[in-house]
């Protein structure tokens, strides 16, 4: 499974931006997608999950409220809408997915990472 991340770029305080992750590959393996990110000299965070039907997410405490995460499986598809950007979201942001399912917020659980773009939030 291949995994790739796009729609970053510079966005001011108060906007919104929207990125996709495609995956190509064995994507009926896929259950879980999840986005991650991580700012400058920061561990690696969760974002969002969601379920392989797409009716189950999970969000940081961080991100409740201002981001929706979505999955298009005919096009084998994750999005990450992020709205309300504050300038503590800039990161590069990674999409994620795993092979067990579940909702989860570690990354040990994921198998398969896209290889990041990086969102930048300007005050």
């Known amino acids: 499974v291949q995994l790739q991340a796009s729609g970053g770029g510079v966005v001011q305080a108060g906007g919104s931006l929207r990125l996709p992750c495609a995956a190509s590959?064995?994507?009926?393996?896929?259950?879980?997608m999840g986005w991650f990110r991580q700012a400058p000299k920061k561990e690696r965070e969760f974002v969002a999950a969601?379920?392989?039907?797409?009716?189950?997410?999970y969000y940081s405490d961080s991100v409740k409220g201002r981001f929706t995460i979505s999955r298009d499986n005919a096009k084998n598809t994750v999005y990450l809408q992020m709205n309300s950007l504050n300038p503590e979201d800039t990161a590069v942001y990674y999409c994620?997915?795993?092979?067990?399912?579940?909702?989860?917020?570690?990354?040990?659980?994921?198998?398969?990472w896209g290889q990041g773009t990086l969102v930048t939030v300007s005050s």
């Open positions: 994620a997915a795993n092979t067990l399912g579940g909702l989860s917020s570690y990354r040990s659980t994921y198998d398969y």
């Open positions: 590959g064995r994507t009926s393996s896929i259950y879980t």
């Open positions: 969601v379920s392989r039907s797409g009716s189950s997410t």
